[in-house]
């Protein structure tokens, strides 16, 4: 097209090729046959030019289409159908594409290395493509939007650009460069001179201006903050990045979806969008979920370049809402993306029909149906949506699973809900982690027995095979898969093993054990020399005693009406009971696979320790310890190969099963094929352990995991003893591959079993260890929330039923006493916050029990700048604190604790908030009625704000005043007599040294707050003790309580926090460790170090820095901070009473070995009294020793500065020198 340059178009860029195209054919003088038809009456010369110029414009708009574009319009030669067919395609739905517009516009930002033109160019662009489409854009939502998306080195622009809402789009532009250019100036500190002077040149000359405290900006105060708010958030922003990123690895899927936007306005919390887009169903909220399962991707919105993340997966369980088409349901939706970014929950179209469900239109609502045709639910049509209803059925959030190999959740389901005791003995088999307080569901419900009688468990053998202990149990109804109704279990003595037979009637026991006899006996060159049956006539008979006598086996018989004489086999059929109750409970697989879940509970209870046997039974039966590695998790899916011969060229190699169990004779696994409905064995397998088979297989019977009604006793007489007896009934049934012929699978070490599963025998008696009474008294305190409740059904039905209602009346006189609610009716389309009861346990200082009821809000549903404006509320700094210790000590001050009892229910509320009636006390509301609040109540995100707004004032009132330095101190002094007060949220400390005083303003916060005073001297876990010389502080009971967390109360001590001269930087290793439980350390640390401890500050600082990634060596460091902290737990910080000034001390560790930067080192003094201290990693590289120092004393010099500004405030300016001196050991830098 001569020197014309127009882009081809491919499909993603129509717009672009329009505009230019348009230009072109313009500048050709072609653009008219483009628009309108052939004329009609044109005379034979003009219909000739209009012929060459519709030729003309054919040609130019084919040569600009892309190889594959250009096949699809090949035929069409006229310019304007052409046009218009360009058009229609790539255009679409008018209405589709305004809001692929708008949400193009909304999620516009800035790019890393882009540059401001370009920036502004791709802002305009995308205007312009809102204008052609038909939705008009203002110049003021223009500059909104683009504004919103600077980020990165114009983050400071942006926060002053919002607070000037008059630019212009080329104003903007203006600004922009303008700080483009000074990025790159040879001066940082001038060029940000100069940006600020293009927003504030024209004001600088108003002596009166504000400046913000915060950022030290002017024309704003703190509370309206830009940069603080922005900060918070990319705060908050980054620890749900480093969470999210710690607790899985990302995967490089794409998941296109069909959805709204994530910056669109939240829809109602119960509402789900059916979308015949969406790959999957998608939830916004944990609340929601069930159990989460970690697992990283994007998703992709359709249309859009834009991507948001997945961060897990999950089961949602959900109540529908009652409408005229029947009564509420309990619905469960499987394999649900988490994905918090949304603003409204998808359910997936696709994902329903692949699940046989049906879609049918009714007036202005689609009907879901079941495959058994029965109506589940009903989507209506509102704003162009088709939107459902749905509750949850979980009051409160869910959290991760964590997926690790690792984990000893998944291990503990994999080896059949084994007991906590020989979990912890499978750790010389596998990695597993150390959980204390595990607590299993479907161990409680699947285990829990009547006692029995107390037996002995010795080895009445010395060789395997010596003695076999035998017993059948059944029938059992439904008929196995394979169609078996009695299951035989015979046990070796000797080793423990457990061999589980199948049998279709009574009369198979003797080919069973000839069979068994003539296999192991050939195997193991032993003999059989005791047969121990009870008196059943399947074991008692000719056949069966002629053979015995002939082969040289003596038959033990039990005495009558004493079955525990046969206990090891009676405890083996309990035990196999037990598991495979758990695993089809757990799996929620039928009944007739109870014979695959007792022959993987066979399995796995011989590769699992056993009371009094130093080996488990297969190790000792192969004699060689076996490899742990292959087991997997029961009902779990699998994918399994497909060979060539059974499929064909383009059907798919792999097919979905359910994983059943392992393959008997061979090495491979027990799949169901879903598909053929048949039991396969396979090796080439790939496993989901997160997703239930069962899912696949329709909707099953919720009573399919109850064994217990499947067993029909039969018993001989000798078995009737209930006193004494282990419950004959509960007893299991074993799988069926091969359901006649058992024998030991993976025996060799390339595939010895890998298991995790159900309880075993009584536990093995331990040698007491001798630990301290405060350890014992402290041990007991960390156990009261083992019963606590988590709902207000599970505090009704608990032991302790009364107690807890008891509190929770208390909780609600307290809340009518305050006023904090008023009954009304259940206004219409406003959103409802629910209401829970937070339950917990707490000890007085004579050692008795309090039971805690606090009635809270679910505010976390609630939205920023929607149903409140700000939660924003100080606390007191620690370091003031100390030095008011301080003072106090030197100035002789008496130190008073209070703490106010329901504090925020003083303060009102400023929004409308409606909540729902209390649980367990809507009877008191009424129904339709529902509680406006008139108070803040604990919950809500803006109570804490209130209840500082509140009693700020109240303070005022009293004569006391703020202090700038730390809003959360307050002063009151008449020249002689001073009074201190702090607060960190409802805790009060006052100072004074004038009864009066203290009295009048004591008695003056009681007038308005019901206020406690603490007899204990403790204050936000300090102990606070006066002595003759001063005053000291210590976190002894907050080690203690670590120590006992960690298993380390009993430890040996070290003198060192870390050894002196150690090399912290040897080579990284693939030794990686649970990545919460080391935050969690690491957390607990910081809050010592930063309190009480400074002793420990450096290396927790250095600790802290591998909180991303921690290895084994790091825990390892860890750890030995706290066997230092065992040594030094009643060190404690002391506070003299000597006069002193103020001092301060700097110091930098040059050269971090692992990234070159700097440790920095300070502390404050008040005399000898340790006020401050700071030990942190540099933000950049200091090129010399002299820089390092300079860079520490430069960050020791500003809390110097805020040190002297508080005392002035405190009116003590006797303890500041007029000059204060500051120590460094760096003379370069002095």
Not at 115 to 140: E, F, M, Q
Not at 758 to 772: A, C, F, K, L, M
């Amino acid at each position: 097209m001569d020197r014309i340059s127009v882009p081809e178009l491919t499909g993603t860029n129509y717009f672009i090729w329009s505009l230019k195209m348009q230009a072109a054919l313009s500048l050709k003088r072609l653009d008219s046959v483009t628009t309108q038809m052939k004329p009609e009456g044109l005379s034979e010369k003009d219909a000739s030019e209009w012929q060459q110029k519709n030729s003309d414009a054919v040609a130019y708009i084919k040569l600009s289409l892309s190889d594959e574009q250009a096949l699809q319009f090949a035929a069409e030669n006229n310019a304007k159908i052409l046009w218009d067919k360009i058009k229609s395609t790539f255009t679409g739905q008018t209405e589709d594409r305004k809001i692929d517009a708008g949400n193009e516009l909304k999620n516009l930002q800035i790019n890393s290395n882009e540059l401001a033109n370009d920036y502004i160019a791709r802002a305009r662009g995308i205007a312009t493509k809102c204008h052609s489409l038909g939705l008009d854009v203002s110049p003021r939502e223009l500059v909104y939007y683009t504004v919103r998306g600077l980020k990165g080195k114009f983050a400071k622009v942006r926060d002053i650009l919002k607070t000037q809402r008059d630019k212009s789009i080329d104003e903007v532009l203006e600004i922009l460069r303008e700080e483009e250019t000074s990025f790159n100036s040879p001066s940082s500190t001038r060029a940000e001179g100069r940006s600020a002077d293009v927003f504030y040149s024209r004001k600088s000359k108003n002596s009166g201006m504000r400046l913000c405290y915060v950022c030290r900006r002017p024309n704003h105060v703190a509370k309206d903050c830009f940069y603080r708010n922005q900060k918070e958030s990319t705060t908050t922003s980054r620890r749900r990045k480093v969470h999210r990123n710690n607790n899985s690895k990302e995967r490089n899927t794409a998941n296109p979806v069909f959805t709204a936007s994530p910056n669109e306005e939240s829809l109602c919390e119960n509402i789900w969008i059916l979308d015949s887009g969406a790959s999957c169903h998608m939830a916004k909220d944990r609340v929601w979920f069930e159990k989460i399962f970690p697992e990283r991707k994007d998703v992709y919105l359709a249309g859009k370049d834009s991507k948001i993340i997945c961060e897990g997966f999950g089961t949602v369980k959900a109540k529908t809402v009652s409408t005229k088409y029947g009564n509420p349901l309990n619905v469960t939706i499987e394999n649900v993306s988490y994905v918090p970014q949304l603003r409204c929950n998808l359910l997936s179209v696709i994902c329903l029909m692949d699940k046989g469900y049906k879609m049918k239109s009714d007036n202005n609502c689609v009907l879901i149906y079941d495959k058994s045709n029965k109506l589940i639910t009903k989507a209506f049509k509102n704003n162009g949506r088709l939107e459902l209803y749905f509750e949850p059925l979980y009051n409160s959030e869910c959290y991760f699973s964590n997926p690790s190999d690792s984990n000893y959740d998944i291990w503990h389901s994999r080896l059949c809900h084994l007991n906590a005791k020989y979990m912890l003995k499978m750790k010389d088999y596998i990695d597993i982690d150390d959980v204390n307080d595990f607590k299993c569901e479907t161990c409680d419900i699947s285990k829990i027995t009547r006692k029995t009688h107390p037996n002995i468990d010795i080895n009445q053998s010395s060789e395997i095979l010596e003695l076999i202990h035998a017993d059948l149990c059944g029938p059992i109804q439904p008929e196995s898969y394979g169609g078996a109704k009695y299951f035989m279990v015979l046990v070796d003595d000797f080793s423990g093993m457990y061999f589980t037979y199948f049998l279709k009637n009574k009369n198979e026991v003797f080919d069973i054990f000839s069979q068994f006899k003539t296999k192991y006996e050939n195997l193991t060159d032993k003999r059989i020399k005791k047969l121990r049956t009870d008196n059943g006539l399947e074991f008692v008979n000719e056949q069966l005693d002629t053979y015995l006598a002939n082969s040289g086996i003596f038959h033990e018989k039990t005495i009558p009406y004493n079955s525990e004489s046969n206990g090891k086999a009676e405890r083996a059929n309990r035990i196999l009971l037990e598991r495979a109750r758990s695993l089809l409970y757990e799996s929620e697989l039928p009944l007739k696979f109870w014979a695959e879940a007792i022959n993987f509970s066979t399995h796995v209870s011989n590769v699992t320790p056993r009371k009094g046997k130093e080996k488990i039974p297969l190790e000792t039966w192969i004699g060689k310890k076996p490899k742990l590695n292959y087991l997997k998790k029961f009902g779990c899916v699998a994918y399994f190969h497909v060979p060539k011969i059974m499929r064909n060229k383009f059907d798919v190699p792999g097919r979905r099963g359910i994983m059943l169990g392992y393959a008997r004779d061979r090495r491979g696994y027990r799949i169901y094929d879903i598909k053929n409905r048949k039991i396969i064995e396979e090796r080439s397998i790939k496993f989901n352990e997160f997703l239930r088979g069962s899912s696949y297989l329709g909707k099953t019977k919720v009573e399919t995991w109850n064994i217990d009604s499947l067993f029909e006793s039969t018993q001989d007489i000798n078995e009737f003893d209930h006193k004494t007896k282990v419950n004959h009934l509960e007893i299991s049934a074993e799988p069926a591959a091969n359901e006649n012929n058992y024998s030991i699978p993976f025996e060799t070490p390339d595939d010895a079993t890998n298991t995790v599963g159900g309880e075993i025998e009584t536990p093995v008696d331990q040698i007491p260890v001798r630990r301290s009474e405060r350890l014992k008294a402290k041990q007991m305190s960390t156990n009261l929330a083992c019963n606590v409740p988590n709902s207000y059904l599970e505090a009704k039905n608990s032991a302790d039923g009364q107690n807890w209602e008891f509190a929770m009346k208390n909780e609600l006189d307290s809340l009518i006493k305050h006023k904090v609610w008023e009954i009304v009716d259940r206004p219409a389309k406003t959103k409802l916050v629910k209401s829970k009861w937070v339950y917990s346990l707490k000890q007085s200082d004579n050692g008795e029990t309090k039971y805690k009821a606090r009635l809270v809000a679910a505010g976390f549903n609630q939205i920023k700048n929607k149903d409140y404006l700000e939660s924003y509320s100080p606390v007191v700094n620690i370091e003031s604190f100390r030095l008011l210790i301080a003072l106090a000590s030197k100035l002789n001050l008496m130190v008073r604790f209070f703490d106010v009892k329901t504090a925020y229910l003083y303060s009102d509320i400023e929004e409308t908030v409606y909540m729902l009636p209390p649980p367990g006390f809507e009877r008191l509301v009424g129904d339709g009625k529902v509680c406006e609040l008139k108070r803040s109540i604990y919950g809500l995100p803006q109570s804490g704000r209130n209840w500082y707004m509140k009693i700020k004032s109240e303070l005022e009132k009293f004569g006391l005043t703020q202090l700038a330095s730390d809003n959360c101190v307050f002063v009151k002094s008449d020249g002689q007599n001073m009074l201190l007060l702090c607060m960190h949220v409802d805790d009060l400390a006052i100072f004074c040294n004038n009864d009066e005083m203290y009295q009048d303003i004591v008695n003056s916060i009681k007038s308005v707050f019901e206020v406690h005073e603490n007899k204990t001297s403790k204050f936000l876990g300090m102990q606070i003790v006066k002595h003759k010389i001063g005053i000291s502080l210590s976190q002894s009971e907050y080690i203690e309580s670590l120590l006992v967390k960690y298993n380390l109360n009993v430890c040996k001590s070290v003198k060192t926090p870390i050894v002196k001269g150690e090399d912290k930087s040897f080579p990284p290793t693939n030794e990686l460790i649970d990545i919460t439980m080391y935050q969690e350390l690491i957390g607990e640390l910081l809050y010592l170090a930063n309190r009480t401890r400074p002793d420990i500050s450096f290396v927790t600082c250095y600790l802290s820095q591998f909180n991303h990634k921690p290895e084994k060596r790091h825990y390892i460091l860890a750890k030995r901070v706290l066997r230092y902290l065992m040594g030094t737990k009643d060190k404690k910080l002391f506070y003299d009473n000597n006069f002193s000034f103020v001092n301060a001390s700097s110091d930098a560790s040059w050269g971090n070995a692992e990234n070159g930067k700097s440790f920095s080192g300070g502390v404050i003094l008040l005399g000898n009294s340790l006020i401050s201290w700071k030990c942190h990693k540099q933000k950049s590289v200091s090129l010399s020793t002299c820089e390092a120092e300079l860079f520490a004393i430069s960050e020791i010099c500003k809390d110097i500065i805020w040190i002297v500004n508080l005392l002035s405030e405190l009116k003590c300016k006797q303890f500041i020198n007029s000059t204060v001196i500051l120590n460094s050991d760096s003379q370069a830098a002095i």
